[in-house]
């Protein structure tokens, strides 16, 4: 069981926007900062969003971040069929005193 | 450009010690940033390890940090993860990572490597 939680699937089509959510609490979420991950099959995980809503020089601004308490997202507009694979998030957890992850959300473009 | 590249055996025997190396091309391994690692089990999601900044502090996943130790040899642009007493839950790809901060994000990861813990 992830510290973080994410739902296990997201889909959508062509050109929609999706939104993938990340649940924690006021010991991670709460009061740092939230990062996102996305990781294609066989390959390393790349970072797509840091501190909440900040992107990685080459990320595309159709990835976008945001935080409201103890909960975070990540949007993706204008969705296109590269865009399927696995997102994780992560943040720091002041109670653990360690870096959590969520379980990881697999995104199907239909 | 920054590439970090795994190695280390790929397969280890139950009870002995994990040992691998992260040897970081295209950036000074001083420049300020943490370094880290990060496993993956087949089929599975990402779990940190720990982190190591140059001058040798270090954080460590409080469920592992009895058996890891993470350590830097700036000389040789390197530095590993060795996790000891390992058993078939230890049985991942793991990556080593460039850490924006000691407790931000991973920016720039390696390849992974696979290590199997079987006899």
């Known amino acids: 069981q992830s510290v973080l939680t994410q739902p296990p699937s997201a889909s959508g089509t062509p050109g929609q926007r999706v939104t993938i959510s990340c649940s924690g609490s006021?010991?991670?979420?709460?009061?740092?900062?939230v990062h996102w991950y996305q990781q294609f099959p066989g390959t390393a995980p790349k970072l797509l969003i840091y501190?909440?809503?900040q992107r990685p020089s080459g990320v595309p601004d159709r990835f976008s971040g945001s935080k409201s308490g103890t909960s975070a997202s990540l949007a993706i507009s204008g969705l296109q069929s590269e865009d399927e694979a696995v997102y994780y998030c992560a943040a720091w957890d002041d109670s653990l005193n360690g870096l959590v992850f969520g379980g990881g959300t697999k995104l199907t473009v239909l | 450009q920054v590439q970090l590249q795994e190695s280390g055996p790929g397969l280890v025997k139950p009870s002995e010690t994990l040992s691998l190396t992260c040897t970081v091309s295209g950036y000074s391994i001083s420049g300020g940033y943490y370094w880290g690692w990060i496993r993956q089990p087949p089929g599975k999601g990402l779990e940190w390890i720990g982190n190591i900044f140059d001058s040798g502090t270090t954080y460590y996943n409080p469920s592992l940090k009895s058996r890891v130790t993470i350590s830097v040899a700036t000389s040789k642009k390197q530095f590993s993860l060795k996790l000891s007493s390992v058993t078939a839950a230890d049985t991942a790809v793991y990556y080593c990572a460039r850490v924006l901060g000691a407790f931000s994000a991973c920016d720039i990861w390696g390849q992974g490597t696979m290590v199997t813990v079987s006899s």
């Open positions: 501190s909440n809503n």
């Open positions: 006021s010991s991670n979420i709460g009061s740092k900062t």
